[in-house]
Every structure is written in C-alpha cells, then in structure tokens.
C-alpha cells in the first residue's frame, strides 16, 4: 500500500540524524546546475522502493522526458532539412523517353525524405494527445489541492516549447514545401502503374494539409487539451510560473528563460481561448505584467538563424482563436521589423553586445579574483587538521555559491550571443541601397543592410559577412577578393 507523501515527511521529523555521520555509499557523481532538481539520472526508479504515493507522477514524469529527448531530435531534424529537388537532374530534349525512370527514382528519392516527415507528424500528434492527457490528470478534483510539483510543470514546459520549435521550424522551411510539392507531382505519375493506392492517396492528403497550415501543432494540441473541460486551471497555473520565474529571475541559465519566453504567448492564448470565463486570467496575472515581459522581450532565439517574436506569435495565433482576438492590448505590440524609428533605436542598447563589453570585462575580471581567492581558502581547509566546523562549512558555502554564480556569468554571456543574432536577423535592411553607393542609412546597421547583400551570397558566404560586421564596417565591392578568401577561411 502506497504511503501519503506528507506522511512520509511528518515521520522524518520523528529521526534524530547527527552531523558527520559516515557515509554507506561514495559522493554521489551526478551534478544538477539547475535551482532545483528538475531531472532524475536513474528515471525515478528508487520510488517504488520507498512506497510512497508517486508512482503516477514519476511514470509521467518519465514519459514527458523521453518525449522531449525525441521531439529534439525532430527539431534537428527539421531544422537541418534542405531541399532534395534542386539537386535533382533534369533530362535534356533527347532523352524524354526516359521520363518515367527519372519520375520513379525522385520518387524514390523524395519519399525518403517525406517518411521523416510523415513520422514527425505522427510523433507530434502522439506527444500532444500524451501532453493532454497529462494535463487533465491535474483537473481532477483530487489533484487540485495537491497541484503538479516544480519539476512536473518544467517538463510540461520543456515539451510545449518543443512543440512550438517544431510549429516554427514548420513554418519557416520554404523547401519543404518545395519539395512535397514535386513528391506529390511524381507520386500522381508513378501511382498509375499500382494498385490499391487509396490508402497512400489519403495520408498524402492528411501530410499535405500538415505541411501547408500554419501552426498545424499548435491547433491540434489545442483540440486535444480541450477534450474535457477543467483543463484552464492548470494552464493558468503554468503561466503563473512562468511569470512569476521571469520577473523574479528564477531561471538559473539562459536556456530555461528562453523556453519560459517562448511559451508564455502560446499559454496566454490558450488560456483565453477556452469557453469558460477567460477573464479570470487576468484577474490573477495582470495584464500589464504580461505586456512588460512581452515588451522588453521583442525578440526571443530559437535556433541561430531563426527566432521567435511574442508579438507575431499572438498576432497570427489570434486568426485561429476568436476569443484571443478581442484582447486590443496584446495584439497591438509591434513585432520587431513594425518597431518604430525612435523604439527601434532604444532596443540595441540591450542587445548589441558591443554595448556591454565593459561590464563582461567588469565581471570576468571580479569573478576571477574570487574564483580565485575561494579556491585558495579550499586548499587552506585541506592543508589543516580537525579544522573548525563552522568555517569548514562557510568555504564549502563559499565554493558552491561561487560555482552556481560562474554558471551564471557563462550562461548570460552566451545568452548575449544568441540574443545579439536574433535582433539582428529579425530586421534585415528592406529597402535596397545599389552597391555603387557608399551612402549609409540612420535606419539600418551595417550589419542589417548586411544581411541583405552579403548574408548568404554564394561569392563571399556567411563568413565574408562577420567578418565586415566584426569590423563594423559596410562592405566594399572593391576589396581584394583573395585577400578575403584568406582571411575567411
């Protein structure tokens, strides 16, 4: 019989455990760089030995983990995808005859690349299904008071935000398309010779509608969440946390901020989209709270050349939801490239890395020296015997507050990075200025106008262009062209 979980907690109480006692096993190896212990190394295992009333949660614990390691493969999958038909051949005039045999083999060719895609598409129709489900656990009456724990709704929000990558990755992939478009071409020609092909007609359909609607992940978690009623309590509850972690800094490294940010307009939307009175949202998360973040937050990475933008997301998720699309408020942030002149001028201040040179400078060189001084007052603590308890324990203190800070310094470093790349691929120069001229734009960077030119020139490539905005100069057509072969590599 499963033991309540706070009677298990009232009888550790009743131990009396002494400091210094030796210890069974060996320090542990596994090493958490998170605030609290989010992820489990054996997978829960150990739970059941204790008898404690957990085994569900711990079951569906595991599952959203083993759902997230597979929907980031999807990701890398869809994000590495390029077009297969441009290297396709193409028959000359004087070999027409051949036709059919060039049709099977990009067939055979295309159809490789579709069953990634098919599988993607029912690896998210299962996840959502499974996301769901999980989430009406939580509806039950019985589970209300006793609400999911902090690791639960990370990993709810590590899988949604997978979900939006894969929706956004979707979106942004012109070639696949492209080339669904030359499978189905070629499937409707080689199809003529088979029989029974009703059953492949009918999945390229359903493909097809996958591939072509936008936010199609999105629309059918939705579908799937609202099966049962109830499902708004804890939806409200994730966006509570997910504010609550971002305005009070809750998130220790710079991948979980941006999972929160990414999935914050998806919850809203969600959350006001459902039949029951969506204003009670906003009655425990104001609304100004949520325009602040969304605000101050107008550009979030999620791959190195593709971002999301909170603004976009609410805008075109609001032709899908109607009840979202009466919230005025939200819906008229500007998106970065509808970012006035004089706002537009504001927000490279904080992403422009060239802005905070000096204070990383700053703060390297103050970590180093207490980095340093605490690992001397370590190797102090080992050199002497039966040293005293209490500063045993404060340098221990010491080094572990000084490792979690490094952690931290790295992870708002390279945050920097990513950030700096997603502003500047979010407003690429839209008006051409010709080559010839040497005029700059107050509007534009260099690096902006950049992107536009030289960003993916097939001359010069992605190197040529870091290396003019390395330089913060704009590109000249009449640098030496093998002067910067060399210098790129």
């Not at 550790?12 to 455990?17: A, N, P, R, V």
């Not at 499974?130 to 990370?154: C, V, Y």
């Not at 001028?345 to 001084?373: K, V």
């Not at 992107?451 to 262009?465: I, K, P, R």
Request: with cysteine; charged share 25%; glycine share 2%.
């Amino acid at each position: 019989m499963a033991v309540p979980v706070e009677e298990a907690i009232a009888a550790l109480y009743t131990f009396s455990l002494e400091d210094e006692q030796q210890e069974v096993q060996g320090a542990g190896l596994w090493v958490s760089s998170e605030r609290g212990a989010t992820e489990s190394p054996i997978e829960y295992s150990d739970v059941s030995a204790y008898r404690l009333s957990l085994s569900e949660d711990t079951k569906a614990l595991n599952q959203l983990n083993a759902l997230i390691q597979e929907g980031k493969e999807m990701a890398s999958v869809l994000y590495t995808y390029r077009s297969c038909v441009k290297a396709l051949p193409q028959l000359p005039d004087s070999m027409k005859q051949s036709q059919a045999d060039l049709y099977l083999e990009t067939y055979q060719v295309l159809d490789l690349e579709m069953s990634r895609l098919r599988e993607i598409q029912r690896w998210q129709a299962s996840a959502a299904s499974k996301l769901a489900a999980d989430m009406q656990r939580f509806s039950r009456p019985e589970r209300r008071i006793n609400g999911p724990t902090i690791t639960h709704l990370w990993s709810m929000l590590k899988l949604l935000d997978v979900l939006v990558q894969l929706d956004h990755l979707k979106n942004a992939k012109a070639s696949i398309p492209n080339d669904f478009s030359w499978y189905k071409r070629t499937f409707t020609q080689v199809s003529i010779q088979w029989q029974d092909t009703d059953s492949m007609r009918e999945e390229l359909d359903d493909l097809q509608i996958f591939l072509s609607t936008r936010w199609a992940i999105l629309l059918n978690l939705h579908v799937e969440m609202f099966r049962v009623n109830n499902v708004e309590d804890i939806l409200q509850v994730l966006i509570v946390f997910a504010v609550e972690s971002l305005e009070l800094d809750f998130a220790l490294l710079f991948p979980e901020r941006h999972i929160l940010l990414r999935v914050l307009p998806v919850l809203v939307v969600l959350a006001t989209s459902s039949e029951k009175d969506s204003e009670s949202l906003y009655k425990r998360v104001k609304i100004n709270r949520l325009i602040n973040i969304f605000k101050n937050e107008p550009v979030i990475p999620a791959f190195p050349d593709l971002h999301l933008s909170p603004a976009a997301i609410l805008k075109e998720l609001s032709m899908y939801f109607q009840k979202f699309s009466t919230q005025t408020r939200l819906l008229t942030l500007p998106a970065p490239h509808e970012l006035p002149p004089r706002e537009a001028q504001e927000y490279p201040r904080h992403y422009l890395i060239i802005n905070h040179i000096g204070a990383i400078r700053a703060e390297h060189d103050d970590f180093t020296i207490r980095f340093a001084s605490s690992m001397n007052q370590l190797l102090l603590l080992k050199s002497i015997d039966n040293a005293d308890i209490e500063w045993s324990k404060e340098v221990k203190g010491s080094i572990y507050d000084v490792i979690v800070e490094g952690f931290q310094l790295l992870s708002r470093w390279t945050a920097r990075i990513w950030e700096q790349c997603a502003w500047k691929f979010s407003r690429p120069c839209k008006d051409p200025v010709p080559l010839e001229s040497h005029e700059t734009s107050a509007s534009f960077s260099d690096y902006e106008k950049l992107l536009v030119y030289f960003g993916y020139c097939s001359l010069f490539g992605d190197n040529y262009a870091y290396f003019c905005a390395g330089h913060h100069a704009a590109p000249r057509p009449h640098l030496d062209q093998d002067l910067l072969y060399k210098l790129c590599g």
